[in-house]
T-cell receptor, first 115, second 110 residues
Framework: GAGVSQTPSNKVTEKGKYVELRCDPI?????LYWYRQSLGQGPEFLIY????????DSGLPNDRFFAVRPEGSVSTLKIQRTERGDSAVYLC?????????????FGPGTRLTVL | RKEVEQDPGPFNVPEGATVAFNCTYS??????FFWYRQDCRKEPKLLMS???SGNEDGRFTAQLNRASQYISLLIRDSKLSDSATYLC???????????FGTGTRLQVFP
């Protein structure tokens, strides 16, 4: 079946611009996660949705970052007034959202470059 | 102090070698533990979960020591295709966020 998909695969923008990154989770997965991975580092948690609501947004670095999941499926990560330090690969993952050893499946990521 | 500490490597080993990776974590309340594999410019993929009793999947063996807050991964009979970055991962609760180490780079050479 189809895995997690993310668009665009690459995004180049200028400092100060606004960007939106999209994630399509695996069908039927209720849990959705956003992570950010900088070069040479492991992925860093940003936000977690259970259904439509953000269950944990403790990883968002500041108020320039915002994410939504209005219908409990597709999610959009929004970054305002981008800075060069925002350059990274933004990864989305989804899981069934059930208790137990619940595997998270990752999408291929969006590589964001802020010039 | 980082929540998950790993030696970044790289570990360069010949085919057929046995290689071990270690990882320590700081939060004793962590509940779930995993090893993920990440190929260059690809997404992370679950390699295996880690249990206190130890678990094995073919050439791969993972072990968790809760008292020492230490996780290990052993790869036997290394293959060229094992070359990748191995990420030590924990979760404070099931169905919750994942906390990743920086990863250990493995390069297997002929």
């Amino acid at each position: 079946g189809a895995g997690v998909s993310q668009t665009p695969s690459n995004k180049v923008t200028e400092k100060g611009k606004y960007v939106e990154l999209r994630c399509d989770p695996i069908s039927g997965h209720t849990a959705l996660y956003w992570y950010r991975q900088s070069l040479g580092q492991g992925p860093e948690f940003l936000i977690y949705f259970q259904g439509t609501g953000a269950a944990d947004d403790s990883g968002l670095p500041n108020d320039r970052f915002f994410a939504v999941r209005p219908e409990g499926s597709v999610s959009t990560l929004k970054i305002q007034r981008t800075e060069r330090g925002d350059s990274a690969v933004y990864l989305c993952a989804s899981s069934r959202g059930l208790a137990g050893q619940d595997e998270q499946f990752f999408g291929p990521g969006t590589r964001l470059t802020v010039l | 102090r980082k929540e998950v500490e790993q030696d970044p490597g790289p570990f360069n080993v010949p085919e057929g070698a046995t290689v071990a990776f270690n990882c320590t974590y700081s939060n004793s309340a962590s509940q779930s533990f995993f090893w993920y594999r990440q190929d260059c410019r690809k997404e992370p993929k679950l390699l295996m979960s880690v249990y206190s009793s130890g678990n094995e999947d073919g050439r791969f063996t993972a072990q968790l020591n809760r008292a020492s807050q230490y996780i290990s991964l052993l790869i036997r009979d290394s293959k060229l295709s094992d070359s990748a970055t191995y990420l030590c991962v924990l979760s404070p609760r099931v169905t919750d966020k994942l906390i990743f180490g920086t990863g250990t780079r493995l390069q297997v050479f002929p």
